[in-house]
């Protein structure tokens, strides 16, 4: 909201607070003040007249002109067009401090100036309020102006400073400047003074106008023919006042429109009566058709738009903007008043349809308080009567609802103590009801408020302690922890399992990312093992921002991209988000690693991350949260091989569950990310924590020492490590402590097709010193094994 | 016959002494103590001597054959230790050179962040609630004292699915879950940091999806000063020891009184400065007590209990503690921001 300094102080007596002070104030007290603006700035400036004006010798465009100010007569070159003999002008001079800077006594190509002949741009007024002649030239004050006359502003109406104040949608009654100034009053303990406008609208004799409301969207309607205005200039301070808060002046009555609404908040319309010939006016909601408002253009109506309609023809967009045909112009004679409420969220969806903000919709948006259309009423008859000769009044009409019923609110003092923690006294509680005109009576502890008509934001105590904590002042807090029963404080299962996969991930040197929820179409068709059905927004933003994601894998496949194309060749990432599809959620855990995991050539250890780097990753990842690798599976992966390499990808199971999918992606797919041998896992850590984690369990250090045995063998090449390890471990001996493959090698010395294996297989026995024979028997079990289930062909 | 293994001896350890190798040290011990060596020698010139001479020449040869075996073993030590010491020095490596590559990865900022606020207040006895970003209006709006057509709907302008379900705005919704959950059962004490959407267009300060982190507490007699000390402590997590906060009045729906809440600035102490533009204090948080209608639709008693709610944006957090000028930042994940965040803070 605009906020006019000079208008505040005709309710309240503001000499002793600058408008910053004020500013300040407003701020603490929870009407944020966004910027302070003087309307016109500048020093050292008087009234003066051109009594001569020659070309310059030596320029085509500027002037020399001998002007009067006061008893003295000055040499000014000026360069406007307008500048002419005779014009009376705003001079300022030598010294002077204007918005561009400072004027200095100084030769123009050769002629002396001794100040400068101003636009009132150049004095800072701002450009939405100047025509087209002010905008091109020096302004042009009247005839009558006084020469000598130093207070420049004051004459021109321009000495007043602009709060911008940034108002929460609670506080909405302070969009009218009686409201706003009751609000400061209280701030500042100030008495505030409004017009003497109560019950100026019972005038006038009965009328036979009809109104009909045939909308629940239009609850009251107050009506009032004036048969006779002088449509004519405005006020002077009228205009200012219009101005300070960003509205255009038309004419007298159409002013008097507006200045009523902002002082009051209700937004009003007055119709010229000659256009209503039928005498009624009905407010419908349910026509379709097309209409010219009063700024000329053509407007779609829809159902359940709010109509204004007069002998069944539409002559308003109700609540938002007046149509053409019964607009006031100089030739009106007599009018209508209407000052009616209507339902905020019609209003608020038309205009916003229409593209129509205009100043009535957005207080009819933001609330008007119920008696406000009186007030508006008694008002516009005062003001009407004062500068346009109103005269020839009918009686108010009335239609709908009028009953009022004042809000009480009572709150006792302990109450408001022990919700705010602080110690007020019942007197300082009530300094502040009473600054803020709530009528606070005292019972014993028990306060009762009045609460003013305005303030409909008030419905109980809690709105009462705030006010008496904001106006006190919040500094008036002390510090203090809550005293209650203990409670214990702990994260939960998912929670914990988030921080350790994060520890797990940054030991294998992942970065963690965080990508947008939010996708494509071709995210969605391409999700890796999508949830389920897309969850799609109704009203998406853009192309790339439609659906929820089902899956992680193409924002961290875009991440790297990103990344790649921001000369980063290795990056490897994790990210822990939920997914989520209609009537479902899981949470995540995705690895992207693309190039080298290790890089340090110095030292000759460099790590290229493969499918076998990634796997491991898991395994461990798997293992350090509980799941050893018995309990974990990993099998060929028929759930998407489409994004994947068919070849190098594969399933990971714990127990029964199926947790996702790893490997390496499809380098058709990578290519659409600009992206090659890229590989990457995303598991379900919902899954995961389905399954309990194995306790850890210490079992006794082994006593006695144990036996390794090498085996090298060949076989054919599609036999598996699984198989391999399952025909050693089927041959049954529990002495087999641990195999592992060492070497696997395919080329020369071994035959096509073949591949040869080499192995260590380490004998142990818990409860004594294993024996040659004993290992001898074991291990030829295993050779036998080899030899019959994978068809072994053993290397001595 | 005695000078003689004087001499022997004397000749022996001034070559001993003499010896600058372990190899050379080795030929005097077979040239004096060998089976043929000069003190076996020594032994063998006994055969000449009479019954009685022989005990005391027996003798000497044996103390010249100790002090030889004793010279030797000291120079033997003496000589190994230097082997080794020059097999050292061999060994010398540039220390200078780069150590083995040892990166650990990272944890994103905001995320360190929300674990910083979560370890102080679980040690203050708070659970960390969760909910679903998917959420129904009526946990968002409804139930947080926003109904349809309330203004404050504008303030949050909302991805919707369809009239009942939208992507949740702030995580109040998780608030409004805990509250119909707990039945009326009191304490009620937790925070619920997550991921919120808005409509707005991203760029240097906007971000349709962000991340926030708020608290509640309900319980009897919860006061508005309870709300500034726990606020205080909040403050100090992120900023560092020794915040002042400040309460400056403001509104939202779920909140009576609501206040906006500044904490001194951390860079300059409350001076003021270019981060504060100032005024010695930033803009962090919303909060204020719950509202009292709240309290109602969820079940609870409004005139036995009261509690306090908070709620702090964790980008703006992290852009203010880290110097980050831009928002989207966070979510483009550039591995040189991504690294900016590799150590301890």
């Known amino acids: 909201m605009k906020l006019s300094y000079k208008w505040l102080n005709e309710y309240i007596d503001l000499s002793d607070i600058t408008p910053y002070e004020l500013a300040d104030k407003m701020t603490t007290a929870g009407l944020e003040v966004e910027g302070v603006e003087p309307m016109a700035q500048g020093t050292n400036l008087v009234i003066g007249e051109v009594l001569e004006c020659v070309d310059h010798p030596d320029s085509d465009h500027l002037h020399v002109t001998q002007t009067r100010v006061g008893d003295e007569v000055l040499q000014i070159v000026c360069g406007a067009p307008n500048c002419r003999k005779g014009l009376k002008v705003i001079v300022a001079l030598n010294g002077a401090e204007l918005p561009g800077g400072k004027i200095t006594t100084k030769p123009v190509r050769g002629q002396e100036s001794n100040g400068m002949l101003c636009s009132l741009m150049e004095l800072g007024v701002d450009k939405h309020w100047l025509s087209e002649v002010q905008l091109s030239g020096i302004e042009e004050l009247p005839e009558d102006a006084p020469v000598g006359e130093r207070n420049v502003f004051a004459y021109l109406g321009l000495d007043d400073t602009i709060l911008d104040v940034s108002l929460t949608p609670n506080r909405a009654d302070c969009n009218a400047m009686w409201n706003m100034a009751k609000e400061v009053g209280a701030i500042l303990h100030k008495e505030v003074h409004w017009p003497d406008y109560e019950g100026k609208s019972h005038v006038g004799e009965p009328t036979n106008f009809k109104v009909v409301l045939e909308t629940e969207k239009c609850p009251t309607f107050y009506g009032k023919v004036v048969n006779h205005v002088k449509v004519g200039p405005t006020p002077k301070w009228m205009v200012n006042y219009l101005h300070a808060a960003g509205i255009n002046s038309i004419n007298n009555v159409v002013d008097i429109s507006n200045f009523v609404m902002l002082e009051t908040g209700q937004p009003l319309h007055y119709y010229d009566y000659s256009k209503l010939p039928k005498g009624d006016i009905t407010v419908v909601d349910d026509r379709e058709m097309k209409m010219v408002a009063l700024d000329g253009e053509e407007f779609e109506i829809q159902k359940g738009d709010i109509l204004i309609t007069t002998g069944g023809e539409a002559t308003g967009i109700a609540g938002i903007m007046g149509g053409e045909e019964s607009m006031i112009d100089e030739n009106t004679k007599g009018i209508f008043i209407e000052a009616a409420n209507f339902d905020a969220v019609s209003i608020r969806k038309t205009s916003l349809r229409l593209n129509l903000i205009t100043e009535a919709a957005q207080h009819f948006t933001k609330g008007v308080e119920p008696l406000a259309m009186q007030k508006a009423m008694d008002r516009s008859v005062q003001l009407l009567k004062e500068y346009a000769e109103a005269d020839g009044f009918e009686e108010t009409i009335i239609v709908g609802k009028k009953d009022y019923e004042p809000k009480v609110v009572k709150e006792t003092l302990s109450h408001c103590n022990e919700l705010l923690g602080t110690n007020f006294s019942m007197d300082q509680v009530t300094d502040v009801l009473s600054a803020l005109d709530f009528k606070p009576e005292v019972n014993g502890e028990e306060i009762t408020c009045h609460i003013p008509s305005y303030r409909t934001d008030i419905e109980r105590s809690a709105d009462i302690d705030e006010e008496v904590i904001r106006l006190i002042g919040f500094d008036s807090l002390e510090t203090t922890l809550p005293l209650m029963s203990a409670t214990v404080g702990q994260l939960s299962p998912i929670q914990r399992l988030r921080r350790k996969t994060r520890e797990i991930m940054c030991s294998f040197n992942l970065h963690e990312i965080i990508t947008y929820t939010l996708v494509n179409d071709a995210y969605i068709e391409n999700a890796l093992l999508p949830l389920g059905k897309a969850v799609a927004l109704a009203m998406p933003m853009s192309e790339a921002r439609k659906y929820v994601r089902t899956s992680l894998m193409n924002s961290v496949l875009e991440c790297a991209q990103y990344n790649e194309a921001h000369q980063s060749s290795n990056n490897h990432f994790y990210e822990i988000s939920k997914v989520y599809a209609e009537g479902d959620e899981e949470e995540r855990l995705a690895i992207l690693l693309d190039g080298k995991l290790q890089d340090d050539p110095l030292h000759k250890q460099t790590l290229i991350a493969d499918f076998y780097t990634l796997k491991g990753m898991i395994i461990s990842f798997l293992e350090k949260c509980g799941y050893q690798e018995g309990r974990v599976h990993i099998n060929p992966n028929s759930k998407d091989t489409e994004h994947f390499h068919p070849y190098r990808s594969a399933e990971v199971w714990l127990d029964k569950t199926c947790l996702g999918v790893f490997g390496e992606i499809h380098p058709e797919y990578a290519k659409k990310f600009d992206l090659n041998h890229v590989l990457y896992a995303e598991l379900s850590l919902d899954g995961l924590l389905a399954s309990k984690a194995s306790k850890v369990r210490f079992k006794p250090l082994e006593r006695y020492p144990s036996v390794s045995r090498d085996i090298a063998f060949v076989v054919k090449k599609e036999v598996s490590a699984k198989e391999i390890l399952d025909a050693i471990h089927k041959a049954g001996s529990k002495m087999i402590q641990s195999t592992e493959i060492f070497d696997i090698y395919e080329g020369e010395h071994v035959e096509e097709g073949y591949k040869s294996v080499a192995l260590r297989i380490i004998y142990q026995a818990s409860d004594h010193t294993l024996t040659d024979n004993e290992i001898q028997e074991s291990h030829n079990a295993v050779l036998k094994n080899l030899e019959s289930k994978v068809k072994a062909q053993l290397r001595s | ?345």
């Open chain 2, 1 to 345: 016959m005695i000078e003689k293994i004087t001499q022997v001896q004397e000749e022996a350890l001034s070559e001993i002494e003499k010896a600058d190798n372990v190899e050379s040290l080795q030929q005097l011990r077979i040239t004096y103590l060998g089976k043929k060596g000069k003190i076996q020698e020594l032994m063998s010139l006994m055969r000449d001597l009479s019954k009685e001479e022989k005990p005391a020449f027996g003798q000497k040869v044996n103390i010249c054959k100790d002090e030889v075996t004793k010279a030797l073993e000291a120079k033997q030590e003496v000589l190994s230790k230097g082997a080794l010491s020059s097999k050292l020095e061999k060994e010398k490596i540039d220390i200078t050179l780069a150590g083995n590559k040892m990166t650990l990865g990272t944890i994103h900022p905001l995320i360190l962040i929300q674990q910083e606020i979560e370890d102080l207040f679980v040690g203050m006895g708070y659970k960390v609630a969760e909910g679903p970003e998917v959420e129904k209006d009526y946990y968002n709006f409804e139930l947080a004292n926003i109904p349809h057509d309330h203004p404050a709907r504008d303030m949050q302008d909302t991805f919707y699915i369809n009239p009942e379900t939208l992507l949740r705005t702030h995580t109040t919704a998780i608030q409004m879950r805990e509250l119909e959950k707990a039945h009326g059962e009191l304490p009620i004490k937790l925070i619920c940091p997550g991921k919120v959407y808005r409509r707005d267009d991203d760029d240097a300060t906007h971000s349709h999806q962000f991340t926030q982190c708020e608290g509640l507490v309900v319980g009897e007699h919860i006061t508005l000063a309870d709300l500034k000390g726990t606020l205080k402590y909040m403050a100090d997590v992120m900023f560092g020891e020794g915040r002042q906060v400040r309460f400056r009045p403001s509104y939202f729906p779920f909140t009576e009184p609501s206040v906006e809440v500044d904490v001194s600035c951390p860079f300059c102490n409350g001076k003021g400065c270019n981060v504060c533009k100032g005024s010695g204090w930033i803009e962090i948080l919303g909060a204020g007590m719950v509202h009292p209608r709240v309290l109602e639709m969820n079940g609870f008693d409004s005139r036995k209990c009261s509690g306090f709610a908070f709620g702090v944006g964790l980008e703006r957090v992290a852009m203010l503690k880290y110097g980050i000028d831009d928002i989207r930042n966070f979510y483009i994940n550039d591995v040189r921001f991504l690294e900016t965040f590799n150590r301890f803070d």
